[in-house]
């Protein structure tokens, strides 16, 4: 009695870790599909048509610009202005690009 009581707990011990196991990976899987997600539904990966050449420079426009904010709030006294206008400018990028993206999903939908 006291062998089956004792070969119980153990297997239940090593199903209960081995459970545990998967779960934790699984979350990891989900979390990576949902960054994953994310990012494929960003404006990074959905500017004016995949992969096209307007759409890497549009990236590089816009990352230019990140960067530029960037440094402008690593001074002591960042300059808000320009900041402002730095980030009209990444607006004004991402709706043209939105614009185009418009465009080719009524043509898309046209041609049907």
């Keep these: 009695m006291k062998r089956l009581l004792i ?3 153990m297997i239940l011990a090593v199903a209960t870790t081995a459970f545990a ?3 934790h990976r699984s979350n990891d899987s989900r979390d990576d599909y949902r960054k ?7 404006m990074r990966g959905n500017h004016c048509g995949r ?3 307007e759409s890497k420079r549009a990236r590089i426009v816009i ?3 990140n960067i530029e904010i960037r440094k402008e709030l690593l001074n002591e006294n960042p300059d808000w202005n320009k900041i402002e206008k730095l980030n009209n400018d990444i ?3 991402h709706s043209k690009c939105k614009t185009d993206m418009m465009k080719d999903r009524f043509e898309r939908d046209k041609r049907r």
């Design 7 to 9: 070969g119980s707990i």
């Design 21 to 23: 196991g998967t779960h």
């Design 63 to 65: 990352d230019e610009k």
């Design 91 to 93: 607006a004004l990028e």
């Design 36 to 42: 994953s997600s994310r990012t494929h539904h960003s």
């Design 51 to 53: 992969g096209s050449l």
